[in-house]
């Protein structure tokens, strides 16, 4: 079992669901704030990190 | 975009604006959102269910502690998980209402309210609302008088919207409930577009039942909601099992009746249950809510001919319009007709607004931002000005 691996998943997951919510605090026009884009780039970093621990658990 | 198969993946909340009165406040939170993907699994709330084998005292997830403090939030002695209100209003006249027997509703509630009371073969006698749709203590008097005369016997329960459906108003809960306890009647107060939304405390209302909707006020996957009751009628709604099979013996421990054992479970419990440190605050905001409702309702007042059906000020998020002499006139010589003003909003990214009325139409702003009422309030603007209607 790779608990990196699962965590990861879940991490990914839930950090994608931070940018849905950001999707529909600013729907229909989606202009972000300075402060949303931020967290945005935050979280997209984030987001790629936990791809790095997938491709080094699991492939 | 496919989610599955030929099931299309649901972004109406992600590219649009939705106004739609029913959907608003059951928009789940990003706890919630995060939650159901994790507990999504058929039986998942069931890992640790341990003896006495009962959904309320799984403590992982925390589902026994959220029955604890729902109900004292709520201002009652017990909580149980509902599918859905409608199964709450369902468990409550199954346990008070039998053949024949009457119940009396406001005559502005919800048709699942109706059916709760028919499932039961019980009988239905309304309270008439007053001409602005309120629903009084003097009318409920009168309707329990004209029960008493017709049954010989007082009324087995009051349902009392503290918001309807179809006006948004609100009506005087602690005044009607003070009324049926002069006959003994017990009293539900029917919450689906309060619990969750706005303060409640059913112990100041003199209630014996709160009712809450998951999916509706609780930013909760559906089918979820809550019964609340008091000490008094828990023995009674909430009963446990007596029941043994005769050949067999086998009995079921401490299975609810009324619900037939566990009531909720998978996503629509975890998600209700991961909402509701949000939900408790919010509800804490709600002058808010009504200050972003007003900066629409004072647009689309600006545009001439159209008033609030509603109750004026308003005190509640879901409104009625009525735009019989002002969209519903464009509406006549409009190449679209009455889809006209649904066109429009879709093409701005607004959703929500039954199509094709332009007469009375309904809409809650209930969890947009300020951003997003500004801009809804300016689309509003910005369609009766292209359609030629007079704004000022």
Redesign the interface.
């Known amino acids: 079992m790779s608990q990196k691996a699962i965590d990861a998943v879940?991490t990914g997951?839930?950090n994608l669901?931070?940018i849905?919510?950001t999707?529909?605090?600013?729907?229909?026009?989606h202009h972000l704030t300075d402060e949303q884009k931020e967290r945005t780039k935050k979280t997209v970093e984030n987001i790629r990190k936990q791809l790095e621990i997938l491709e080094g658990e699991l492939l | 975009m496919k989610c599955a198969g030929q099931i299309e993946t649901r972004a109406v909340e992600e590219s649009s604006i939705n106004l739609d009165p029913i959907q608003a406040a059951g928009r789940l939170t990003p706890e919630a959102m995060k939650a159901v993907i994790a507990w999504g699994d058929g039986y998942s709330v069931c890992d640790n269910c341990h003896k006495p084998f009962r959904l309320d005292y799984v403590t992982k997830p925390p589902i026994a502690d959220f029955h604890t403090e729902a109900a004292a939030w709520l201002g009652m002695d017990k909580i149980q998980l509902v599918p859905g209100a409608r199964r709450a209003f369902q468990e409550v006249t199954g346990a008070l209402v039998g053949k024949g027997e009457p119940v009396i509703m406001t005559g502005m509630g919800h048709y699942t309210a109706y059916l709760s009371v028919e499932v039961v073969n019980g009988v239905v006698r309304e309270i008439k609302p007053t001409p602005d749709h309120h629903i009084t203590a003097d009318a409920t008097a009168e309707s329990i008088e004209n029960a008493i005369r017709e049954f010989g016997y007082a009324p087995k329960l009051v349902f009392v919207d503290a918001v309807d459906f179809m006006y948004g108003n609100m009506h005087e809960v602690e005044k009607i409930a003070k009324v049926a306890h002069q006959y003994d009647i017990p009293v539900l107060y029917n919450g689906v577009y309060t619990v969750g939304v706005l303060p409640v405390d059913g112990k100041k209302l003199g209630v014996d039942f709160v009712v809450g909707s998951g999916h509706k006020s609780m930013a909760a996957p559906a089918p979820s909601g809550i019964l609340a009751t008091t000490d008094e009628y828990a023995d009674i709604v909430l009963r446990t099992t007596k029941i043994q099979g005769d050949i067999t013996g086998r009995k079921f421990g401490i299975k609810q009746v009324g619900i037939l054992g566990c009531s909720l479970m998978g996503d629509p419990a975890v998600g209700l249950i991961a909402s509701f440190p949000r939900v408790k605050e919010r509800v804490n905001h709600f002058d808010e809510e009504l200050k972003n409702h007003k900066i629409v309702t004072d647009a689309l007042l600006s545009i001439e001919g159209t008033k609030v059906a509603s109750e004026y000020p308003r005190k509640h998020t879901l409104t009625r319009m009525d735009t019989a002499e002002s969209f519903d006139i464009v509406a006549q010589t409009h190449k679209k007709r009455g889809f006209f003003l649904s066109s429009a909003l879709n093409k701005r990214g607004i959703t929500g607004i039954m199509p094709g009325v332009t007469k009375q139409w309904k809409f809650n702003t209930y969890g947009l931002t300020t951003a997003q009422a500004e801009y809804l309030a300016d689309s509003f603007i910005e369609i009766a000005e292209e359609n030629n209607m007079v704004v000022g």
Not at chain 1, 23 to 29: D, G, Q, V
């Open positions: 879940f997951l839930f669901t931070d849905r919510v999707l529909r605090e600013t729907s229909p026009l």
